[in-house]
Each structure stands twice: as structure tokens, then as C-alpha cells.
């Protein structure tokens, strides 16, 4: 059966890497594929490469600046495809993606079996990806795959799924009132909504690392309300398959962790989610704070900690980073003289 895959790609402002990202997807092996560019209001040079690549297999929208959410929600009004696969504008689908997942696939009009994939971290080069395999890479039932979620601190990006439309229809559109970790819940309502999540060893995707969708860049009561409203929906989606000890108790974990962490970064705590905790059975443990409030020595020995911290991170993220550049640019500069050569 050669069922027709449809690509969303939101886009603002990527005129660095839209072209790749495009590219990757019409290079599939799997050739039964339209590509659907939406251009979110870009003021680069984004919508002006779209037009270079457009053909009958890629349509390209434009419209005013809505986040990514709202864009990806465009392409799905247009999108015809039996499977959906979304693809950040950065990213980079493997040329045999597509095609190893359908081979797991059933193929059947009601499908509601969901397909994930590996995925490795880049900056520049591919090659120098990094991966990092986790508990969720392998077959799992819906409730299995969420409590491992909460668990174990795992995460899949949005790019590692093929959704069949069944699953597509059953959770809707994306939140476009979240502006952090809209992808994140959206996983969880798509697990929830599906009969199994297969994983397939051999589908792959990259992802680049450009500080995307970072909390600690966009510091603002919003963007605190949007992190909280993620994690309770998550939450929402386990309890609604089973609510139990055992998948409270991982709820428990899963809201303490992203509370900690958004306590750590110096944000306030929305007070649901100490209501939340006690709902869950539990209590937040914000130790960072019990410890500031025993005094200004204890105060600034975890403060300069975490500067500490903060800082050699940000150093070692920026060499990283800059040395993965210098190569990518080195390699690029060398292929231009042999091409002048030629």
C-alpha cells in the first residue's frame, strides 16, 4: 500500500538551515511524500529560499507571526497525507526515516499504532552527532511509555514520530497557548491516544541544538505558566489512562523534577502545583528553598554554586559549539576551492 506521508515544517526566520531540513525530507526513500512549508512571519530571507525549493511536491505557506503551534496546526488543515510527520526547520530527517518506520507499520486505514525513531544531538556536523539511547527506545503500551516518561527523565524530540491520521484525529490540534513545552505535551497526548508506541531501530532523525524553546530564554510569567500547564496536562493524560499508586506516584516525580528545575533557574513556583503534589498524594520538596531560608551564608554558598555551575556549562557548551563551527566552515570552504578547481 503506498500511503502518502505528509511533512509540516514551521518556519521563522531559518534562513541558515531551511533548505537542508527541506531537502531531507524530499530525499526520502519513501517517495509518496508532500512537503508542507508553513513561514510564520519570517523578516529573513526564510521565505525567499522557500520559493527556490517549491514544486509540486512542496507547498509553501505563508503567514503572519502565530509560533510555532499555530503553524504546525496550518499544515495540518492541508495536509492529505494517511501518516503526519513534523520536522523543525533545523532538523534533519535521515534519507531511510519514513521508509523503516512503515515497515513497521500495519498500514491500515484505522491504524492508531504510533512509530518513534532514534534521534542524535548536533550543532554543525551530522557526523559528530551525539545519542543517547533511553527507556523509551522500544515497544511499549500507552501507560508503560508515560511512566517511563516520568520516570526516568526520558524525552523524544517531536521529529522521531510518524502519526497515523487515526491517532492525528483523536488529539487534536497543538496548544497554541503554550509557548514552552508545547511539543512535549503534545507527546504525551499522542501516546495517550494511541493503542502502542513501536519503536523502530533503524528510522533516525537529527536534531540541532540551538537553544530552541528554552525556558531560561524567554523569562516571563508566561512562559512559567505555559512550563506548569505542560506538566499538569502530561499529568492529565497518565491518570486518564490508569490512576493508581503507581502512576501517581510517577506523576509525583515527574511535576517535583520540572518544579525543582524551574525553582533552580529562579523562578517562582505556581502555588497548583504544591495543590497538584497534594492531589497526587505528596508534597513538593523544594529543598533549595529550605536551605536559603536557613541564612545569608548558606544563601550564598549555594548561590555561588550554581553560578559556578552555570558558568563552566556555558563556557564548555560554547567551545563545543564553536569548535563543531570552525570544522563545519573549514569543510565548507575546502569543498568551494575544489569546486572552483573543477
Given at each position: 500500500?503506498?500511503?502518502?506521508?505528509?511533512?509540516?515544517?514551521?518556519?521563522?526566520?531559518?534562513?541558515?538551515?531551511?533548505?537542508?531540513?527541506?531537502?531531507?525530507?524530499?530525499?526520502?526513500?519513501?517517495?509518496?511524500?508532500?512537503?508542507?512549508?508553513?513561514?510564520?512571519?519570517?523578516?529573513?530571507?526564510?521565505?525567499?529560499?522557500?520559493?527556490t525549493?517549491?514544486?509540486?511536491?512542496?507547498?509553501?505557506?505563508?503567514?503572519?507571526?502565530?509560533?510555532?503551534a499555530?503553524?504546525?496546526?496550518?499544515?495540518?488543515?492541508?495536509?492529505?497525507?494517511?501518516?503526519?510527520?513534523?520536522?523543525?526547520s533545523?532538523?534533519?530527517?535521515?534519507?531511510?526515516?519514513?521508509r523503516?518506520?512503515?515497515?513497521?507499520?500495519?498500514?491500515?486505514?484505522?491504524?492508531?499504532?504510533?512509530?518513534?525513531?532514534?534521534?542524535?544531538?548536533?550543532?554543525?556536523?551530522?557526523?559528530?552527532?551525539?545519542?543517547?539511547?533511553?527507556?523509551?527506545?522500544?515497544?511499549?503500551?500507552?501507560?508503560?511509555?508515560?511512566?517511563?516518561?516520568?520516570?526516568?527523565?526520558?524525552?523524544?524530540?517531536?521529529?522521531?514520530?510518524?502519526?497515523?491520521?487515526?491517532?492525528?484525529e483523536?488529539?487534536?490540534?497543538?496548544?497554541?497557548?503554550?509557548?514552552?513545552?508545547?511539543?512535549?505535551?503534545?507527546?504525551?497526548?499522542?501516546?495517550?491516544?494511541?493503542?502502542?508506541?513501536?519503536?523502530?531501530?533503524?528510522?533516525w532523525?537529527?536534531?540541532?541544538?540551538?537553544?530552541?524553546?528554552?525556558?531560561?530564554?524567554?523569562?516571563?510569567?508566561?512562559?512559567?505558566?505555559?512550563?506548569?500547564?505542560?506538566?499538569?496536562?502530561?499529568?492529565?493524560?497518565?491518570?486518564?489512562?490508569?490512576?493508581?499508586?503507581?502512576?501517581?506516584?510517577?506523576?509525583?516525580?515527574?511535576?517535583?523534577?520540572?518544579?525543582?528545575?524551574?525553582?533552580?533557574?529562579?523562578?517562582?513556583?505556581?502555588?497548583?502545583?504544591?495543590?497538584?503534589?497534594?492531589?497526587?498524594?505528596?508534597?513538593?520538596?523544594?529543598?533549595?528553598?529550605?536551605?536559603?531560608?536557613?541564612g545569608?551564608?548558606?544563601?550564598?554558598?549555594?548561590?555561588?554554586?550554581?553560578?559556578?555551575?552555570?558558568?563552566?556549562?556555558t563556557?564548555?557548551?560554547?567551545?563545543?559549539?564553536?569548535?563543531?563551527?570552525?570544522?563545519?566552515?573549514?569543510?565548507?570552504?575546502?569543498?568551494?576551492?575544489?569546486?572552483?578547481?573543477?
Amino acid at each position: 500500500m503506498n500511503v502518502l506521508v505528509s511533512v509540516i515544517i514551521p518556519a521563522y526566520n531559518a534562513e541558515k538551515w531551511i533548505r537542508a531540513s527541506v531537502e531531507s525530507a524530499l530525499n526520502q526513500t519513501w517517495q509518496n511524500i508532500e512537503v508542507i512549508v508553513i513561514d510564520d512571519g519570517s523578516n529573513d530571507q526564510t521565505y525567499c529560499i522557500l520559493q527556490t525549493v517549491q514544486n509540486k511536491n512542496v507547498k509553501v505557506i505563508s503567514q503572519g507571526n502565530r509560533g510555532a503551534a499555530a503553524a504546525r496546526n496550518k499544515g495540518l488543515q492541508i495536509a492529505q497525507g494517511d501518516y503526519i510527520q513534523f520536522l523543525d526547520s533545523d532538523d534533519i530527517l535521515e534519507t531511510g526515516k519514513i521508509r523503516s518506520q512503515l515497515n513497521k507499520a500495519d498500514l491500515s486505514p484505522h491504524s492508531m499504532v504510533l512509530l518513534s525513531s532514534g534521534f542524535g544531538t548536533f550543532y554543525y556536523q551530522i557526523k559528530r552527532a551525539k545519542v543517547k539511547p533511553s527507556i523509551l527506545w522500544q515497544d511499549l503500551m500507552p501507560l508503560e511509555w508515560l511512566i517511563n516518561r516520568f520516570n526516568e527523565r526520558a524525552w523524544i524530540i517531536n521529529s522521531s514520530w510518524l502519526i497515523p491520521r487515526g491517532i492525528i484525529e483523536a488529539a487534536g490540534a497543538w496548544d497554541e497557548n503554550l509557548t514552552v513545552d508545547d511539543d512535549g505535551e503534545y507527546s504525551c497526548r499522542l501516546v495517550s491516544k494511541s493503542e502502542m508506541v513501536k519503536f523502530c531501530s533503524k528510522a533516525w532523525v537529527f536534531y540541532r541544538q540551538s537553544g530552541k524553546n528554552s525556558l531560561s530564554k524567554k523569562r516571563s510569567n508566561v512562559a512559567i505558566s505555559s512550563q506548569y500547564r505542560s506538566t499538569e496536562l502530561s499529568i492529565a493524560y497518565l491518570r486518564g489512562i490508569e490512576d493508581s499508586k503507581r502512576t501517581r506516584d510517577a506523576c509525583l516525580r515527574f511535576l517535583q523534577r520540572r518544579m525543582g528545575s524551574l525553582h533552580k533557574e529562579g523562578f517562582d513556583v505556581p502555588e497548583e502545583a504544591y495543590r497538584l503534589a497534594e492531589e497526587l498524594g505528596g508534597k513538593l520538596d523544594i529543598s533549595r528553598q529550605k536551605l536559603l531560608e536557613s541564612g545569608p551564608v548558606i544563601t550564598q554558598l549555594l548561590e555561588g554554586k550554581r553560578l559556578i555551575k552555570g558558568c563552566f556549562n556555558t563556557v564548555y557548551e560554547v567551545a563545543v559549539r564553536s569548535w563543531d563551527y570552525l570544522l563545519y566552515r573549514s569543510i565548507d570552504k575546502l569543498l568551494e576551492r575544489n569546486i572552483k578547481w573543477l
